[in-house]
């Protein structure tokens, strides 16, 4: 059965007064597919207040009596990020807000300006001006590119003590890393967000090759999953890693794999 398409024109009227109303805030925009015109049924609104720089840290201690005058919340998250918070309202509306200081507003994506009461959209920001620096760029590869063996020597501690639904849940987290790399090689700046819009953003032949792995919790199918999962993660490690001057580990990855090999042959030795 579809889901009826959620009319958020009430909601964004609504949006734009409180907007208006609120001297702290500058401008109002509309992101993503539905600035686009490419939403469906099941698309939720990106939006985001521009407040002043030094009006920010109110606004940001005061923003569920924002929020409030929106509609009423059944879940208000920000996930430890204070500046975005996810919402969803009695009515229905799922609602992703930013909050951003005037002089951090960054463009990127498909955008469209609520409101915008003095000019700010309209300063001069640098072409391809992201919300991620170059440095912030290369620290979140290093870190998908370390973690990885991090998270595969608990997969093997966890399937080497025949804790089956650890290794489960272990050699899931190795492909979100797989997933991660694969948008970071795409492209520059990109959140690593794991299987959020997969099918959409990363390339098909990783879906593929991850999908192959995706087995269940029992002992021989593991360990080729975990195999599988690892030459993935080369490939793409190696891509990031070149496209951002990074070193890949091979230390690292020769010392993990050898002990990946020795305790999958140990398994492979027992007594069935």
Same mark, same amino acid.
């Given at each position: 059965?579809?889901?009826?398409?959620?009319?958020?024109?009430?909601?964004?009227?609504?949006?734009?007064?409180?907007?208006?109303?609120?001297?702290?805030?500058?401008?109002?925009?509309?992101?993503?597919?539905?600035? +686009?015109? $490419?939403?469906?049924?099941?698309?939720? &609104? #990106?939006?985001?207040? /521009? !407040?002043?720089?030094?009006?920010?840290? =109110?606004?940001?201690?005061?923003?569920?009596?924002?929020?409030?005058?929106?509609?009423?919340?059944?879940?208000?998250?920000?996930?430890?990020?204070?500046?975005?918070?996810?919402?969803?309202?009695?009515?229905?509306?799922?609602?992703?807000?930013?909050?951003?200081?005037?002089?951090?507003? +960054?463009? $990127?994506?498909?955008?469209?300006?609520? &409101? #915008?009461?003095?000019? /700010? !959209?309209?300063?001069?920001?640098?072409? =391809?001006?992201?919300?991620?620096?170059?440095?912030?760029?290369?620290?979140?590869?290093?870190?998908?590119?370390?973690?990885?063996?991090?998270?595969?020597?608990?997969?093997?501690?966890?399937?080497?003590?025949?804790?089956?639904?650890?290794?489960?849940?272990?050699?899931?987290?190795?492909?979100?890393?797989?997933?991660?790399?694969?948008?970071?090689?795409?492209?520059?700046?990109?959140?690593?967000?794991?299987?959020?819009?997969?099918?959409?953003?990363?390339?098909?032949?990783?879906?593929?090759?991850?999908?192959?792995?995706?087995?269940?919790?029992?002992?021989?199918?593991?360990?080729?999953?975990?195999?599988?999962?690892?030459?993935?993660?080369?490939?793409?490690?190696?891509?990031?890693?070149?496209?951002?001057?990074?070193?890949?580990?091979?230390?690292?990855?020769?010392?993990?794999?050898?002990?990946?090999?020795?305790?999958?042959?140990?398994?492979?030795?027992?007594?069935?």
């Amino acid at each position: 059965m579809e889901m009826p398409p959620h009319d958020y024109g009430p909601f964004l009227d609504r949006f734009v007064r409180a907007c208006e109303a609120d001297g702290r805030v500058l401008a109002a925009l509309l992101l993503g597919s539905r600035a +686009a015109e $490419t939403s469906d049924e099941h698309s939720d &609104l #990106d939006l985001v207040v /521009v !407040v002043e720089d030094e009006a920010y840290d =109110g606004f940001v201690a005061d923003r569920d009596s924002f929020i409030a005058t929106l509609g009423r919340p059944l879940l208000l998250e920000d996930f430890d990020v204070a500046g975005i918070v996810f919402v969803i309202y009695a009515d229905g509306a799922d609602v992703e807000l930013t909050i951003s200081r005037a002089g951090d507003l +960054a463009m $990127t994506g498909p955008s469209r300006v609520l &409101l #915008d009461k003095h000019g /700010v !959209v309209d300063l001069d920001i640098a072409p =391809g001006s992201t919300l991620h620096s170059a440095e912030d760029d290369a620290e979140a590869a290093r870190r998908q590119i370390q973690w990885f063996w991090h998270d595969l020597s608990h997969f093997m501690t966890a399937l080497g003590r025949g804790q089956l639904t650890w290794a489960y849940g272990q050699l899931d987290d190795l492909r979100r890393y797989c997933l991660n790399l694969a948008r970071l090689a795409a492209e520059p700046g990109a959140d690593p967000e794991g299987y959020w819009k997969a099918e959409e953003l990363v390339p098909e032949d990783v879906l593929s090759d991850l999908r192959s792995t995706m087995v269940g919790p029992q002992v021989d199918e593991l360990w080729r999953a975990a195999w599988d999962v690892v030459a993935l993660y080369r490939r793409l490690a190696r891509e990031v890693a070149a496209q951002r001057g990074l070193s890949y580990p091979d230390e690292l990855d020769r010392l993990l794999t050898s002990r990946l090999e020795e305790l999958d042959s140990g398994q492979s030795a027992r007594p069935g």
